[in-house]
């Protein structure tokens, strides 16, 4: 008999019906002999509601009250899955981030997990109950409620698999698995049987949101069978494992893109050593995430330009503190930029082959879509461009590195 941890994603659990799906599979596991915990996130939807709400209120809502309000959404889902198995005759119960607990740091919006305290509910599991735990929320140090960040249910469900020492995790979501890229944009897409976790990592941080990123980080430090499932079929779907099970070799493995990018352009930076420094100075006090950067060589003029990427919804904070700072640094002024987005290909076949830029670089001038900055790690290389095109920038990467499905 093994233990193992259900993740049902916000479409699985939106209605009745679907709630009533995803309980049958559930049951399905335990009349099988299997241990169960089952991990949801709110209704699909829902988790926006509820922080519309909170900005209709406050354009700056206190982190922790928002915390409150929008937590809730996963502690209704996990009642109504535990009252619909207990109709179906099994025996469940809901355990409440703030129950276990799940302790977290106080970095409301997006908290990390220091421990979950899995005793009463381990206990409960081998006496046969299956546990059904709302994902996403957390408790602090002083006893708020934290939540784990926007798609967080899926670190929740790998976290609380480590900690019940569980044989696996499934991710259960409204698609088949883990794609060479989203197919909902590209329907040639195909479904991988299997991804490294290193892909996995490098596609979900920029931008593929079929897992969260610290999911995939947590699996790979505590050595958790993660895998990726419709709720919808019983397809198989992709299993996420270590690089030397890979058997097929592939330059790309997939294509990603995240809308959520501004560009800032600081004109006019005077060319001497520490400019730069005190431009990124005040962004990142204000704890600003910086992405892409670009600087060019000053000419003659002993000025230069710096370009630099952050996400859009903290475009307006980042402008205030530039704002702020211009004086001090003085450079000459700001533009910036949301309509733009970040495109992404990744692979660890890039490690050995050459020209795997170029491919990148040709295809999309080849549609005529202008390139406004790049960066590039190990394994991934990332390019910004004009939002219109994204669609058109996934499709045409998908064909260039012989992604699509045949036929
Ligand atoms: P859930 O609510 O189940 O957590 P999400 O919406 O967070 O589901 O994630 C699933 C979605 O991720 C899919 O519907 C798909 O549109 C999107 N997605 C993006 N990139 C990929 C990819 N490479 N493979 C599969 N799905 C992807
Ligand atoms: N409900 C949360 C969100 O929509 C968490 C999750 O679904 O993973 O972001
Ligand atoms: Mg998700």
């Not at 988790?47 to 409150?68: H, K, Q």
């Not at 535990?82 to 119960?93: I, N, Y």
């Not at 995790?169 to 698609?175: F, Q």
């Not at 290389?381 to 669609?391: F, H, K, R, T």
């Amino acid at each position: 008999m093994s233990r193992i941890v259900m993740k049902f994603g916000g479409t699985s659990m939106a209605g009745v019906e679907r709630i009533r799906a995803a309980a049958t599979r559930a049951a399905a596991a335990r009349e099988e002999g299997h241990e169960v915990a089952v991990v949801v996130s709110a209704m699909a939807g829902e988790t926006d509601r509820l922080a519309g709400f909170c900005r209709e209120i406050a354009s700056v809502p206190s982190p922790s009250e928002y915390d409150v309000v929008v937590a809730s959404g996963e502690q209704v889902t996990s009642g109504l899955l535990a009252l619909t198995l207990q109709a179906m005759g099994c025996q469940a119960r809901s355990w409440q981030g703030w129950q276990l607990p799940v302790r977290t740091d106080g970095t409301h919006g997006s908290a990390r997990m220091s421990s979950i305290d899995t005793g009463a509910l381990g206990a409960a599991l081998t006496a046969g109950e299956i546990a059904v735990v709302p994902g996403f929320q957390g408790l602090s140090l002083d006893n708020r409620v934290t939540t784990l960040g926007r798609g967080g249910s899926d670190t929740s469900a790998v976290a609380l698999a480590a900690a019940l020492g569980a044989d696996e995790c499934r991710i259960y979501t409204d698609v088949e698995g883990v794609y060479t890229t989203d197919p909902r944009i590209v329907p040639r897409a195909r479904k991988l049987d299997r991804i490294a976790f290193e892909e996995m990592l490098e596609l979900a941080s920029v931008g593929a949101k079929v897992l969260h990123t610290r999911s995939v980080e947590l699996a790979m430090k505590h050595k958790v069978r993660l895998s990726v499932l419709s709720s919808f079929s019983d397809a198989p779907g992709t299993l996420v494992v270590d690089e030397d099970e890979i058997v097929e070799s592939r330059v790309i493995t997939g294509v990603a893109y995240n809308r959520n990018e501004a560009k800032v352009t600081v004109l006019g930076v005077p060319d001497r050593p520490g400019a730069v420094a005190e431009i990124f100075a005040p962004i990142a006090g204000a704890g600003i995430n910086v992405d892409m950067i670009v600087q060019n060589i000053a000419h003659d003029t002993g000025r230069t330009d710096v370009t630099f990427t952050v996400p859009s919804t903290e475009l307006p904070r980042a402008l205030a503190v530039m704002e702020a700072a211009r004086e001090a640094v003085g450079f000459g002024g700001v533009l910036s930029d949301v309509d733009v987005c970040k495109i992404s290909v990744v692979g660890l076949g890039m490690r050995s082959h050459a020209g795997v830029a170029l491919t990148m670089f040709e295809a999309l001038g080849k549609r005529g879509i202008n390139i406004q900055a790049i960066s590039t790690s190990e394994i991934k290389i990332s390019v910004l461009i004009a939002e219109e095109y994204l669609e058109l920038a996934v499709r045409v990467l998908h064909t260039a590195y012989g992604l699509d499905v045949a036929g």
